[in-house]
């Protein structure tokens, strides 16, 4: 944990073990430090510990292993990576980004329990790890639309997806928005400085998605390789708002997505956010803790100089695994 006094013009004496009894939220190496940074930190202090009592419902998860995802590797019991290995898919396949470092390789539904009771899956399941990068494009769908998106309201969808990382890796997970998406044909064009230039401009087509385990679901009998409900995945290499040019010669974006977004921490997203506001589309975003999302209203709203459309709201598509080692002691 590091010091929340760190850049002050004196050194930090050793480890950050010394937690404020406010908020619990942040540490200091000592208690000249503590003192020194209160002028600052008293700002913050109260509405920090209101987010620390959020960390029971950001845990309430319905899945078998939510305890050891969540409490127990916050608490240092577990490591995202000792969970996965007792679950037998540590740095195999498609899962091999999700513990640290990352390694470099080429009706509408209202809760996960309402998505997981639709499409069959058992909640011992650990897919919930992977699926909430679909599951939160369709909440994200949801929330700037207002409605259910079907092949009955529009054939075609066009998706800007903003400072991808893992999902790069994850892609095949993409394939849930056929059946989210029944009918709907899909062009997702991930944008960021973390897609490889060996990967610029890459295709990529998704033709089919997990069916459920029923025997005689209807699921199995629909046409996997249905051209009118393709998944169509894009990448570009750089800044938003150096490509928004070239990406819109073709397809003007329906909606623009940015998850874990850090958008008040990068000064990238400033030139971003200016394009956003000209252009007029739908845009949501997200990050790990309530506190991030608080400091991005602050930057946008300061930017554009209007209110956000869609208020600061917990994610019921969540990641149900806990996030290690972040800068602050905040549920996430």
């Keep these: ?12 004496s050793g480890g950050a073990n010394r937690r404020c009894d406010g908020c619990g939220a942040v ?14 930190h008293k700002e913050e202090c109260g509405r920090l510990k209101q987010q620390i009592s959020c960390v029971k419902l950001l845990n309430d998860f319905p899945f078998t292993f939510s305890k050891e995802a969540t409490y127990q590797v916050c608490e240092k019991v577990e490591t995202r990576c000792s969970f ?62 207002g409605k259910q998106l079907t092949a009955e309201t529009t054939d075609e969808l066009c ?18 928005l056929h059946a989210l998406l029944p009918g709907v044909q899909v062009y997702i064009d991930f944008v960021g400085p973390a897609v490889p230039h060996d990967r610029d401009g890459e ?30 995945l894009r990448f570009h290499s750089g ?6 040019q070239e990406l819109t010669k073709e397809f003007l974006p329906d909606l623009i997505i940015a998850p874990n977004a850090g958008i008040a921490a990068y000064k990238s997203w400033l030139p971003t956010i200016e394009l956003i506001r000209e252009i007029e589309v739908p ?3 997200s990050d790990y803790c309530e506190e991030a999302c608080r ?38």
């Excluded at 944990?1 to 930090?12: F, Q």
């Excluded at 498609?94 to 809760?111: G, N, V």
């Design 283 to 285: 845009t949501i975003f």
């Design 239 to 244: 800044y938003y708002h150096d490509r928004y």
């Design 27 to 40: 540490f200091y190496c000592s208690a000249s430090h503590q003192i020194s940074h209160w002028s600052v």
């Design 159 to 176: 998706i800007h997806y903003l400072g991808p990382e893992r999902e790069l890796y994850q892609a095949a997970v993409f394939g849930e």
């Design 295 to 332: 400091l991005a209203d602050n930057c946008i709203t300061s930017v554009t100089g209007t209110p956000l459309t869609v208020p600061v709201q917990l994610n019921p598509f969540r990641q149900p695994l806990a996030v290690e080692d972040s800068a602050l002691l905040l549920p996430c």
């Design 1 to 12: 944990m590091e010091c929340a006094a760190t850049g002050n013009s004196r050194r930090c």
């Design 203 to 232: 295709t990529l087509s998704l033709c089919s998605y997990a069916h459920c385990m029923e025997a005689n679901c209807s699921c199995k009998t629909r046409k996997s390789t249905d051209d009118s409900s393709k998944i169509t």
């Design 84 to 145: 996965l290995d007792k679950l037998g898919i540590h740095r195999a396949g498609i899962w091999i980004c999700e513990c640290r470092p990352l390694s470099i390789l080429k009706k509408q539904l209202c809760s996960r329990s309402e998505y997981y009771e639709w499409r069959g899956v058992p909640l011992d399941s650990p897919v919930a790890l992977l699926l909430h990068w679909p599951v939160t494009i369709y909440q994200a769908i949801q929330l700037a639309f």
